[in-house]
Each structure stands twice: as C-alpha cells, then as structure tokens.
T-cell receptor, first 115, second 117 residues
Framework: DAGVIQSPRHEVTEMGQEVTLRCKPI?????LFWYRQTMMRGLELLIY????????DSGMPEDRFSAKMPNASFSTLKIQPSEPRDSAVYFC?????????????FGPGTRLTVL | AQTVTQSQPEMSVQEAETVTLSCTYD???????LFWYKQPPSRQMILVIR??????QNATENRFSVNFQKAAKSFSLKISDSQLGDAAMYFC??????????????FGKGTKLTVNP
C-alpha cells in the first residue's frame, strides 16, 4: 500500500490566493483527519470525517477554510483567501475506523507558505 | 476538554543510553487511548507505541516502552539503547475510546530528542 498520499508537498502562494490541498487516504480506511502544525500552536485537528461525513469541524479556524470528502478515496482542504498566518504544515491522516481501534496513519504533509 | 502536556521541550541522550520522555494528560473519561508519535526531520509522523487505558500492562515495542500510571494520568516513554536514528520530535497524543468509528488525536507540544554519538 502506498500509504496516505498528499499533494502538493510544498505550496508557495501570495496572500489572497486560493489554496487547495489534496489527500488520498489508505484504501479501505473510512476515517480521514486534517491536522495543522505550527511552531506556536503545535499539532491541532482542523476537521475529521467518518464515512465521508464531517464529524467534528470545530478546529477549522474560520470561514476561509473549508474541507470536502466527495468519496472514500479523496479529500480536499481549501483556503480562500489565504493569509500569511495560514503558513504551516498540513497533515492528512486516515484510519480504519473500527470500534476499539484508532491507529492513524499520516501522510507526508504539505508545507504551505503564504507570502 | 482533554489536554496533553509535555513538560520537556528538549532532551538529550548519549548513544546506547536510556532516556525517558514525560507526558501527562487530563481527561474525565475512563476508556481512552494514548500514543507516542515520532517526527524525524523528514516531518513524517510515525507511530511508536500505543496504550489502551483499560490495559494495566505497559506496552512495549522493542527498545520502546511506556510507564502508564492511570491514576496519576501519566504516560512516559522510555527509549533503551538509544540510537542516532532515534533523534526526532516526539509527540504524546490522546484519543477517546472509539465506539463506532475513529476519534481525533489531541497532541502535546512535543519533546525534541537529540542523540549524541
């Protein structure tokens, strides 16, 4: 298995531009998580899905952030418009979503820089 | 809300020696999971070890073991026979016990481990 796949690995954009981050979870996993990592705030959950349905989006900073999971094999995190404070590493993780099991597998992350 | 605290921002150890990383957490739940993740400079998050709260026996994975003290809400990681490849950021994480699906992870701020040759 290729593991969790994220694209792009690096993104540099200018303030005000739209940014879309993409994630392909491990095949057969039905839970998907988006985390953000910064020096100041550490690793924090933005949103997660079970069976393509958003369960908890309380970590989404503001309306500029949106996430979708149109099917079991693909998710996007969109920032529009982007701001310099959005610069961070964004991780996608997936898990099998079985009762009693909660091992999450992380993708390599997308390093976002907003100038 | 659950919180995870790692009080040691940085630690160092000599190669082949043993080091212990500390983690405390706060929760009102009785069933939950605890994890240690390793993040090397490549920034890939790698699961090192996990512990189910209902299990009294401490988890071990080769050179990695934990000291789980449920009453004290403490979950430390011991690395024995440290190797240069162990140098990384280590994150302690908590999740509630998944009932019908996965649960989010709550992370500590991390401990940067340096291994000296």
């Amino acid at each position: 298995d290729a593991g969790v796949i994220q694209s792009p690995r690096h993104e540099v954009t200018e303030m005000g531009q739209e940014v879309t981050l993409r994630c392909k979870p491990i095949s057969g996993h039905n839970s998907l998580f988006w985390y953000r990592q910064t020096m100041m705030r550490g690793l924090e959950l933005l949103i997660y899905f079970n069976n393509n349905v958003p369960i908890d989006d309380s970590g989404m900073p503001e309306d500029r952030f949106s996430a979708k999971m149109p099917n079991a094999s693909f998710s996007t995190l969109k920032i529009q418009p982007s701001e310099p404070r959005d610069s961070a590493v964004y991780f996608c993780a997936s898990s099998a979503g079985l009762a009693g099991v909660n091992e999450q597998f992380f993708g390599p992350g997308t390093r976002l820089t907003v100038l | 809300a659950q919180t995870v605290t790692q009080s040691q921002p940085e630690m160092s150890v000599q190669e082949a020696e043993t080091v212990t990383l500390s983690c405390t957490y706060d929760t009102s739940e009785s069933d939950y999971y605890l994890f240690w993740y390793k993040q090397p400079p490549s920034r890939q998050m790698i699961l090192v070890i996990r512990q189910e709260a209902y299990k009294q026996q401490n988890a071990t994975e080769n050179r990695f073991s934990v000291n789980f003290q449920k009453a004290a809400k403490s979950f430390s990681l011991k690395i024995s026979d440290s190797q240069l490849g162990d140098a990384a950021m280590y994150f302690c994480a908590y999740s509630t016990y998944p009932q019908g699906g996965s649960e989010k992870l709550v992370f500590g701020k991390g401990t940067k481990l340096t291994v000296n040759p």
